[in-house]
């Protein structure tokens, strides 16, 4: 069955990085995209990131791009986020899901089809 596991969260100072791994099982990671979202805490689940088939990626949010980095490498069905400048406002539950496309887009919630029990990033002095 599809099953995909997050791991490399941790506890951090503000501006360390940390670097999340996803690891896909189950399904062909090639054929589709993959995406990250976080949860706070009292607030809703939102898109982070995604990267499609063809290596290109997708940001959602200001508050991430330049500082976030999503990759693939699908030979070891995984798909990375580096996180870099980690600010307080980043500590959240960080998931992957497995879109039910090739490609990415709006980052909506509906598009994502598997989703792992994420791995917790916390940012704190």
């Known amino acids: 069955q599809v099953q995909l596991v997050e791991s490399g969260g941790g506890l951090v100072q503000p501006g360390g990085s940390l670097r999340l791994s996803c690891v896909a099982s189950?399904?062909?990671?090639?054929?589709?995209?993959i995406g990250w979202f976080r949860q706070a805490p009292g607030k809703e689940r939102e898109g982070v990131a995604c990267?499609?088939?063809?290596?290109?990626?997708?940001y959602y949010g200001d508050s991430v791009k330049g500082r976030f980095t999503i990759s693939r490498d699908n030979a070891k069905n995984t798909v990375y986020l580096q996180m870099d400048s980690l600010k307080f406002e980043d500590t959240a539950l960080y998931y992957c899901?497995?879109?039910?496309?090739?490609?990415?887009?709006?980052?909506?919630?509906?598009?994502?089809?598997?989703w792992g029990q994420g791995t917790q990033v916390t940012v704190s002095s």
């Open positions: 899901a497995k879109s039910k496309y090739s490609y990415c887009s709006g980052g909506s919630l509906n598009e994502y089809e598997y």
């Open positions: 990267i499609n088939r063809v290596y290109t990626s997708t």
């Open positions: 189950g399904f062909t990671l090639d054929y589709y995209a």
